[in-house]
């Protein structure tokens, strides 16, 4: 009996209204994979953002445990936000663990993979600065170029500005050689078919971050000419390959780790905080942190840090004055009205400790913001805003997208709920592993029952 063999394919930034709304004509392998497997929505992190929900998925444990937030550390003493890498989770990913010591993997454009590690296979790592090794074997570049394809970090492709003729090929190049070296592993071309696959095609949320403008009622452009509804088109033809390879010994686990939605403006939360006197900029508009008590988190954080004695360089509050400053902190951010809209610009601050248990809990910011409205955001630190153009974007994450499966480790037509801890134990279920003991999260698509599979 062939050992059973595992593809996962993530579709990283699906809004399923919208493959709803173009159909199974036009984009017929999404459709096909509810239509032929198991399926249902996939819920995110309480801060829907692709590098924590990565590292949940694939260490089987919450961000409190794992300890990543963000791209990046979410408390740095200087003030300057470090990229987090592949030494930072605090456990281990699927890929490196012993239970996966006999199986050949291979794995494609997954934030946290570099610097690279070796495995028993091949890595095409998720670098955020420029490198010349990005791989493991350091040689698979080359091996990869002889046959014409040429992966591209997302580093290289970041918004910068250029008009849509130039950017959007870019991006869609990107991940058309990402599928190209997930297809020619899969089908053999470096030797055996790795017994586990694993590719993220990032296009649909890069794409989506810069025009979703073009999807708005009154947009004048047309559908084939949307930047997004290539990218899902895209992403329908890789998805389409990949169905074709499940047999069964074979099965195919699709998902996103965030939904996407509308965007209208972002609002920086340290001149709500400068307003109140907890922030105070120096005169050339930089924060002046001697004298600052709270400022905003990294982007994606969606948090609120207090400048904490012996956490931060030029700490002013001490841990005695931590739970009334946070308290003050909290107060100003719920009165806080967004001038565009005449309405409450947050839902709710919350302490780290209502939404997160466990070891790596100091790693989250001290308050996450809930917003009261999706469509206007905190800005977040504003060392990178300028770095990727940020207020350039008109759609930005929600908190929920899908997930689906096809093959023998799924039972067609059963539906449900899922989460990212989830994604884990149906790997190992995919693979016809024990389940992981140290681990959360239940196998989807597993159990006959529950709601079918429907885009909505």
């Known amino acids: 009996m062939a050992r059973s063999r595992a593809i996962v394919l993530i ?7 919208l493959v709803a709304r173009w159909g199974p004509e036009r984009l017929p392998n ?28 694939f260490t089987g444990v919450e961000p409190a445990t794992h300890g990543c937030f963000s791209y990046w550390e979410v408390h740095t003493p200087d003030y ?58 350091r040689d698979l570049p080359i091996q990869l170029a002889e046959v014409g394809i040429k992966p591209v970090h997302d580093v ?34 470096l030797g055996t078919p790795p017994d586990l696959t694993i590719v993220n095609m ?27 509804f290539q990218a899902y088109q895209l992403c329908d033809r890789l998805l389409g390959e990949l169905l074709d390879l499940v047999d069964g010994s074979t099965s195919l686990f699709c998902f996103s780790e965030i939904g996407f939605g509308p965007l209208r403006s972002y ?39 207090l400048n904490l004695v012996g956490r931060q360089r030029d700490g002013v509050v001490t841990g005695a004055e931590y739970d009334s400053v946070l ?28 939404i997160h248990t466990g070891p790596a809990i100091e790693e989250a910011p001290d308050l996450i913001m809930e917003p009261a409205d999706w469509r206007y955001l905190a800005f977040g630190d504003m060392y990178w805003v300028s770095r990727v153009t940020r207020w350039l974007q008109s759609g930005w994450h929600r908190r929920d997208s899908f997930w689906g499966g096809v093959g023998p480790a799924f039972v067609p037509g059963s539906g449900g709920a899922g ?38």
């Open 11 to 17: 579709a990283e930034g699906v809004e399923t209204s």
């Open 30 to 57: 999404f459709h096909r994979l509810f239509a032929e497997g198991a399926g249902g929505l996939m819920h995110s992190e309480f801060v829907p953002y692709e590098p924590s929900g990565l590292f949940t998925a």
């Open 80 to 137: 300057v936000p470090r990229v987090l890498d592949s030494g930072d989770s605090r456990r281990p990913f699927l890929w490196h663990r012993p239970e996966l010591g006999d199986r050949t993997v291979a794995v494609i454009n997954v934030f946290g993979t570099h610097p690279v590690q070796p495995v028993n296979g091949h890595v095409i790592s998720y670098p955020m600065r420029s490198t010349l090794h990005a791989c493991h074997p």
């Open 156 to 189: 290289t492709v970041w918004f910068a500005g250029q008009p849509k003729s130039e950017r959007v090929p870019l991006i869609l190049g990107a991940d058309e050689q990402r599928a190209a070296a997930a297809l020619h592993l899969l089908r053999g071309g």
């Open 202 to 228: 990032t296009a649909i949320d890069r794409l989506s971050h810069f025009y979703w403008q073009e999807l708005e009622p009154g947009s004048q452009v047309a559908e084939d000419d949307q930047a997004i």
């Open 267 to 305: 609002q920086s939360v340290n001149d709500v905080l400068a307003k109140a006197g907890l922030l105070t900029y120096a005169a050339d508009g930089v924060i002046d942190f001697t004298r600052t008590r709270a400022f905003e988190a990294v982007q994606g954080a969606a948090g609120v840090n």
């Open 327 to 354: 308290a003050e902190v909290r107060a100003v951010l719920t009165e806080y009205v967004n001038p565009l809209t005449g309405r409450l610009f947050l839902a709710d601050a919350i302490p780290r400790d209502k």
């Open 419 to 456: 989460s990212l801890t989830d994604v884990m134990p149906t790997i190992a279920q995919m693979l016809d592993l024990p389940a992981f003991a140290d681990t959360s999260g239940t196998p989807l698509g597993h159990a006959p029952g529950g709601p079918a599979p429907t885009w909505r």
